[in-house]
């Protein structure tokens, strides 16, 4: 079973380009997100998606942006790269709320931004 | 808003004791669920145990335990037994009952080290 599997794992960025981090999940979860792992800090949510073409702001949605055009698939972007957004970011899935089930995550893509 | 607080940024342990990771949550809501994740080197996210706030049972889960505090709003996390592949960050997360979300809020993690 792959569960939650991110692409790519590590990337190098120089400020100002853009990316894609990709998401993908095979366990038919309605609700995906995406989280960003900074020293010191947890895990802080930036954008959640709770179905099929929508999508809506977490803790720190500033500079990424995100689309959910399938169910399967969750993609975060970067158009303007800077290195305050150096970080691990983590990707999650679970059913909805009623179903009382935890969260699914990746293995989490390193990101650099010199 | 709902607050978690990690007040231990390390612990060290000998294996086969036993340590205790504290947690505390702020929270006005009584319909909620407390969850611990262990990230080993690897990075992976792994659910080691959850509690129901409307449970007075503590979870359980082999060597891994809680001590749920309701009215203390506190949720420590009991390893026994330690071993050398429970050396981890540990991050107490929370997360409201309800809602349309399922959004976790993460404390800012207990890095365990075992001693052999």
């Known amino acids: 079973n792959a569960g939650v599997t991110q692409t790519p794992k590590f990337r190098v960025l120089k400020t100002g380009q853009s990316m894609t981090l990709l998401c993908a999940q095979d366990?038919?979860?309605?609700?995906m997100y995406w989280y960003r792992q900074d020293p010191g800090m947890g895990l802080r949510l930036i954008h959640y998606?709770?179905?099929?073409?929508?999508?809506a702001k977490g803790e720190v949605p500033d500079g990424y942006n995100v689309s959910r055009l399938k169910k399967q698939n969750f993609l975060l972007g970067l158009e303007s790269a800077a290195p305050s957004q150096t970080s691990v970011y983590f990707c999650?899935?679970?059913?909805?709320?009623?179903?009382?089930?935890?969260?699914?995550f990746g293995d989490g893509t390193r990101l650099s931004i010199l | 808003a709902q607050t978690v607080t990690q007040s231990q940024p390390e612990m060290s342990v000998q294996e086969a004791e036993t340590v205790t990771l504290s947690c505390t949550y702020d929270?006005?809501?009584?319909?909620?669920?407390l969850f611990w994740y262990k990230q080993p080197p690897s990075r992976q996210m792994i659910l080691v145990i959850r509690?129901?706030?409307?449970?007075?049972q503590n979870a359980t889960e082999n060597r891994f335990s809680v001590n749920f505090q309701k009215a203390a709003k506190s949720f420590s996390l009991k390893i026994s037994d330690s071993q050398l592949g429970d050396a981890a960050m540990y991050f107490c997360?929370?997360?409201?009952?309800?809602?349309?979300?399922?959004?976790?809020?993460f404390g800012t993690g207990t890095l365990l080290a075992v001693q052999p």
């Open positions: 999650a899935s679970s059913l909805p709320t009623g179903w009382n089930q935890p969260q699914h």
């Open positions: 366990m038919n979860h309605e609700y």
């Open positions: 998606s709770v179905g099929e073409g929508t999508t």
């Open positions: 929270t006005s809501e009584s319909d909620y669920y």
């Open positions: 509690q129901e706030a409307y449970k007075q």
């Open positions: 997360a929370y997360r409201r009952g309800g809602g349309a979300t399922n959004k976790l809020i």
